[in-house]
């Protein structure tokens, strides 16, 4: 990009050409007051303080819209500029309800600082009371308020509605005085598009809106922020927890503009969901159960009792009779310290945890094509991408930052969209084309695909001779795999497959985004390497704004598989069965390690269940809501000698617990997380964790003592240095690196500045591997005693099993229950209205849910969030397995829906 001089007060400046004149006095420390400008939204100098004087222009112009030019000489404070930003504040006071001794914004409000810069007298005007009629505007709902007499019309918040966020619930009612702000037809905020995400919070710059949650609780000057990590989804925002000084409580939750990778944008479980950290319900001491009872103790006579129980078991029955599941939910330092604890405590490699159930196609897949399961780009690129290909992924709800950085790159008309989904999710909306598949299809989709690639000569024939192998096994395959031939198997008409095709490889990079709607199949690992081959088929691999790119499920999903949290790899994915491996890890742990991979999660409960597992100790997990066919789950776990849970609320799977211990959650604890572009950031404590809580690795540590095993670890940052002694990719991130922002691994060495995306000159495994993918059908297909298809997966409002969000009142009050979605004919045909109770019934269970008739799910087809426990979607679901990942079916399954009588 070419550079400007210009002169700024009197200094020569050089910046970038397309710059404005606001953005380059920032950056050269010259302050230009705005009201009406944030930097994720594009300038409209509707507030008039940004004037700057432009020699030889005529009046002044509006620093945040005007670009600067080479050769300009701008003046920002001459005494005309001055004066007319003091009239421009004192008519912007004159409609303002000057309450700033009670404003919960004291402190962090723009406007009063530049009152008090400009020594604006306050009763220069009379106070213009606006005229509002018709509509509540102080009760938007239990998240977000509105005070009209706070507010300037400076339209921030319905332009980072529309231009970020992409909802577009957010309008300007009225002229002159009596504007204010509203919905389409003034609908209720619940009756509107609106998200409840809080951006227009976020960029209000005088408290006009509010968190509601955090009214009256403290003015912005009484809390101090800790910037920290989100612990909901894999995309890893940066949050600001707002801590009251006085009573310590978390108040609200911010984010700065800026920061990587969320640009200071929330989704409402980021804003609203902290509610549970604070609960009454968090678990404050251990438990032991006495005749199925539970009784409180102390933390000596619960470590000692479950030492005791799990040191039995295993001189009884041997090391492979126990086990343990890790969490995504912890930290990094966490699930390294309960994997070793398995290996060489227990003596086992049986240990899992939920990417078992989310991502293990995604590990096995991408590294038999790659060498490397992880995303290969980075967030910040998809929105940059020429085409985005969105294919089992409901990104807007379950990954939403990400979802509105697709929804930009589609708004700004840079960026082409193929959305792949059997129900019409919100991205379907948006989309160039929307391919329904039928659920379990998309293998054959992918290869019809490639099969038009092929056939019309798009395929990037330089990039297969030269960085990858295989090909020539897989091409007759993909040539017999027509799109007629693939529209009988996915319903998604030959032509629209052509049409997707087309746009996909005539693209100069193109970048394919997938989650569980991919990965949470029999097939699962077979989809995963259709995509490879899709991508490497065009040359979409290795270089920006391309990729295949899963999006993690969990905060820290990618960290807990880093770290070693599997049951066939040590940290860094270095093999169990490599003896120069193992005799790392033996050296550096000073014991001996078994050299058989273990048991995953599924298998761990298949075990239970037949008595081949006796002990089982579980960190953050909730099996009992989110495993495949819960029934079978409890059944297993009833069935162990020993179950030793440690978690922060007594949940579903803790309820069945021989002792339960009371841990911290992310907001009480140091360490770090992995987000889903392999990026490690900080978490950082920013409160007291209730009663005798303890960090995970701390309880983990002091359990080990009791074994007699040393695990003496006096920090979170100890253990991250062995992590980075033990484990190459992640050898260069050490806590000070972290500081300001993340590192992404590969990171080798502390003078690495981690790797933006992978594959750049080779593949990890040297050459990029075509593999032979036919299509198999799911393991269970509708027949006439179960005639419907059930899929499953998560919504905007609620996460996982629902633990920690149906405890925070905004996210409860949005969706206090879950309903099954239905589509009109089938409701139609059963003669239910939404509502109604319906009986779901499969081979594994039954529950009773409302329905919810609606178009997003085809003819046939119903889906089901699982977060609820009062009708789980697992006591449905099937728990057959991949041959591979070993991940279980939770995508298809066959359903009967009948009206409950009730």
Not at 39 to 59: F, H, K, S, Y
Request: glycine letters at 8%; a neutral charge; charged letters at 25%.
């Amino acid at each position: 990009m070419a550079e400007v001089k210009i002169t700024l007060d009197g200094r020569k400046v050089n910046c970038r050409s397309g710059r404005t004149i606001l953005e380059i006095a920032g950056e050269n420390g010259v302050d230009i007051p705005h009201l009406c400008h944030d930097d994720r939204l594009t300038p409209t100098g509707a507030c008039r303080l940004c004037l700057v004087e432009i020699e030889g222009q005529r009046g002044l112009q509006t620093a945040c819209t005007r670009e600067a030019e080479d050769g300009m000489v701008i003046r920002t404070a001459t005494k005309e500029i001055m004066s007319m930003r003091r009239a421009t504040l004192e008519l912007l006071i004159s409609e303002h309800r000057l309450s700033c001794t009670t404003c919960d914004s004291d402190g962090d409000c723009l406007l009063q600082d530049y009152a008090y810069q400009y020594q604006v007298n306050e009763n220069r005007y009379p106070f213009l009371h606006r005229k509002i009629r018709d509509f509540n505007y102080t009760s938007y709902n239990l998240a977000i308020k509105y005070d009209p007499s706070k507010c300037i019309s400076c339209q921030r918040c319905v332009k980072i509605c529309r231009e970020v966020q992409g909802a577009e619930a957010l309008t300007i009612r009225g002229r002159t005085a009596d504007v204010i702000i509203s919905t389409g037809l003034d609908l209720p905020l619940k009756e509107s598009p609106c998200e409840t995400c809080g951006q227009c919070v976020s960029t209000c710059p005088t408290g006009a809106l509010y968190e509601y949650p955090a009214r009256r609780l403290a003015r912005a000057k009484d809390l101090r922020k800790v910037r920290t990590t989100c612990n909901y989804c894999g995309v890893g925002c940066q949050l600001d927890l707002n801590v009251h000084r006085r009573t310590g409580k978390i108040v609200r939750v911010t984010s700065e503009t800026g920061v990587i990778p969320n640009d200071g944008n929330t989704c409402v479980k980021g804003r609203f969901g902290f509610d549970f950290i604070s609960s009454e319900e968090r678990l404050r001491v251990p438990l032991i159960k006495e005749e199925g009872i539970f009784r409180e103790a102390s933390w000596d006579e619960a470590l000692s009792l479950a030492a005791r129980r799990l040191t039995g078991l295993k001189d009884k029955y041997g090391p492979q009779a126990l086990a343990g599941l890790s969490s995504a939910r912890t930290t990094n330092e966490e699930n390294f310290v309960m994997q070793k604890f398995v290996r060489a405590v227990l003596g086992t490699n049986n240990v899992d945890h939920c990417a078992r159930l989310c991502h293990a196609s995604t590990v096995a897949g991408l590294a038999r094509a790659f060498g490397s399961g992880a995303m290969t780009n980075s967030i910040a690129e998809i929105g940059r991408a020429p085409v985005i290909f969105v294919i089992g992924s409901n990104t807007t709800e379950c990954h939403p930052i990400i979802g509105i950085n697709i929804r930009k790159a589609v708004a700004g008309d840079k960026t082409k969209l193929i959305v792949a989904d059997p129900r019409r999710i919100s991205l379907a909306g948006i989309a160039d084309i929307h391919l329904r598949q039928r659920p379990g299809t998309d293998v054959a989709l992918i290869n019809a695909l490639m099969n038009v690639i092929l056939s019309e000569g798009l395929e990037d024939s330089r990039f297969i001779a030269e960085r990858t192998e295989g090909f020539e096994e897989i091409h007759d395959s993909i040539m017999k795999n027509t799109p007629e031939f693939a529209e009988k198997i996915t319903g998604v008409p030959a032509e629209a497959i052509r049409r997707a095709a087309r746009v996909y490889a005539g693209a100069e990079s193109a970048s394919i985004i997938y989650s569980m709607g991919i990965t949470q199949h029999t097939s699962g690992t077979d989809n995963v390497m259709a995509l490879a081959n899709l991508a490497m088929m065009s040359g979409n691999v290795g270089k920006e704004a391309s990729g295949v790119n899963p999006l993690r499920g969990q905060n820290n999903v990618q960290g807990a598989c880093d770290l070693g949290a599997l049951p066939n790899v040590y940290s860094g994915y270095q093999k169990v069965d490599d003896p120069a491996a193992r005799g790392k890890f033996e050296a550096a742990w000073g014991c001996a390690l078994p050299a058989v991979p273990g048991l995953t999660v599924v298998e761990i409960m298949n075990a239970a269940a037949v008595g081949e597992i006796r002990g089982l100790y579980i960190m953050g997990e909730n099996p009992m809501l989110s495993d495949p066919d819960i029934n079978h789950v409890q059944k297993g776990l009833e069935n162990l000698d020993f179950l030793l849970v440690q978690d922060i609320f007594l949940s579903e799977t803790a309820r069945l617990a021989d002792i339960v211990l009371p841990a911290c959650c992310f907001a009480e604890k140091n360490g770090t997380f992995t987000n889903t572009e392999r990026r490690v950031q900080r978490v950082r404590k920013a409160v007291e964790p209730p009663g005798e809580a303890l960090e995970d690795w701390r309880i983990i540590g002091n359990l080990a003592e009791k074994m007699g095993y040393s695990m003496n670890y006096r920090s979170a940052e100890e253990i991250q240095e062995e992590i980075c002694r033990l484990t190459p990719s992640y050898a260069g991130i050490t806590y000070p690196r972290l500081e300001k922002t993340g590192l992404q691994w590969p990171c080798p060495d502390v003078s690495h500045g981690g790797t933006q995306y992978l594959h750049k000159d080779s593949f990890a495994r040297g050459l990029g591997k075509f593999h032979l993918v036919e299509f198999l059908p799911p393991r269970e297909m509708p027949d006439s005693e179960y005639p419907i298809i059930l899929t499953t997966g998560r919504m905007l409002e609620h996460w996982h099993t629902g633990t920690m969000t149906r405890k925070c009142r905004v996210l409860d009050d949005l969706v206090p229950q879950g309903a099954l979605e239905i589509s009109e004919s089938d409701a139609g045909r059963l003669g239910v209205k939404s509502g109604d109770l319906l009986i779901v019934s499969s081979r594994r269970g039954k529950i009773e849910v409302k329905a919810n008739i609606t178009n997003r799910v085809p003819e046939g087809t119903v889906f089901m969030a699982f977060h609820f426990h009062e009708h789980p979607a697992n006591a449905l679901t099937i728990a057959a397995l991949d041959p591979i990942a070993k991940i279980p079916e939770l995508k298809v399954c066959a359903v009967k829906v009948e009206k409950s009588g009730r």
